[in-house]
């Protein structure tokens, strides 16, 4: 089974690369699923139920988020009702939405997606390992095929969550700093690994946002409008192959594909 998990999609631009870039993916890789992190779909921060639906009609399966899932107030009206968005599974009991679910490929097979969102340097949500792990053990009922997205600051608390895992899922896959790493890799016992995934949207940029008002924001410190900037456009994310019985990774594939008029 081949997997395609697209990173943090930035805006009007990161929606431009979907649309333009993810039908030559579906054939080059032959994809079963996909699944792209969206918090910044909507104009750069959150994401709205208009910007969700045009996302989902251009293929994507699961939209998965992070911090910033509570940005646009839009999104309390359809995150109870909208499975194919999750939110971080650790916030705590009462927060709308859901942080795992199960869902089907079109040959059929389950796949089941968890949402955590790590602690170091962000808000103090619960345990991410103990949350994920919950969330890992109800789904293995049901299918061996598990991705979670660990959406977190710190590679370390990335990492030790893929150590933590490992062998029980399919793959970790880092997002939220934007910044594709090179350490994608098949852990020992079977769990897919890599950082971050990367970014869909423009890359001259800081982490998808024009560069001279985040310049402005560091040299002043005076609080500044972040735009989202325009210029090479790209498609970041990783491929994954799975075995559709154990739910072991045969490979994990990064990729980047420009957008180009």
């Known amino acids: 089974m081949n997997i395609l998990f697209i990173g943090d999609i930035v805006g009007s631009p990161g929606r431009e690369a979907i649309k333009k870039l993810l039908p030559g993916l579906k054939k080059e890789y032959k994809l079963d699923f996909i699944i792209a992190n969206g918090e910044n779909a909507a104009g750069g921060s959150g994401i709205t139920s208009p910007v969700a639906q045009e996302l989902f009609n251009y293929g994507i399966d699961v939209l998965t988020s992070g911090d910033h899932i509570w940005k646009k107030r839009e999104i309390f009206e359809?995150?109870?009702?909208?499975?194919?968005?999750?939110?971080?599974?650790?916030?705590?009991?009462?927060?709308?939405?859901?942080?795992?679910?199960?869902?089907?490929?079109?040959?059929?097979?389950?796949?089941?997606?968890?949402?955590?969102?790590?602690?170091?340097?962000?808000?103090?949500?619960?345990?991410?390992?103990?949350?994920?792990?919950?969330?890992?053990?109800?789904?293995?009922?049901?299918?061996?095929?598990?991705?979670?997205?660990?959406?977190?600051?710190?590679?370390?608390?990335?990492?030790?969550?893929g150590w933590y895992l490992d062998g029980k899922v399919s793959a970790v896959l880092g997002t939220h700093t934007h910044i594709q790493t090179a350490d994608e890799r098949i852990l020992p016992g079977g769990s897919a690994y890599i950082s971050d995934v990367g970014m869909t949207g423009p890359v001259d940029s800081v982490i998808g946002r024009k560069i001279e008002d985040v310049l402005e924001r560091f040299l002043t410190c005076v609080p500044t409008r972040f735009e989202v900037a325009q210029e090479n456009i790209q498609l970041q994310g990783v491929v994954l192959d799975i075995d559709e019985q154990t739910g072991k990774a045969r490979s994990i594939v990064r990729i980047q594909k420009k957008l180009t008029s």
């Open 78 to 161: 359809i995150i109870n009702q909208e499975e194919r968005i999750l939110r971080p599974v650790n916030f705590p009991a009462g927060a709308p939405g859901h942080g795992w679910g199960l869902f089907k490929t079109k040959d059929n097979f389950k796949v089941g997606i968890v949402n955590v969102q790590g602690r170091v340097f962000m808000e103090a949500l619960e345990c991410p390992f103990r949350s994920s792990r919950q969330a890992q053990e109800a789904l293995s009922k049901d299918t061996p095929i598990i991705i979670v997205d660990i959406h977190a600051e710190a590679t370390s608390e990335k990492v030790a969550l």
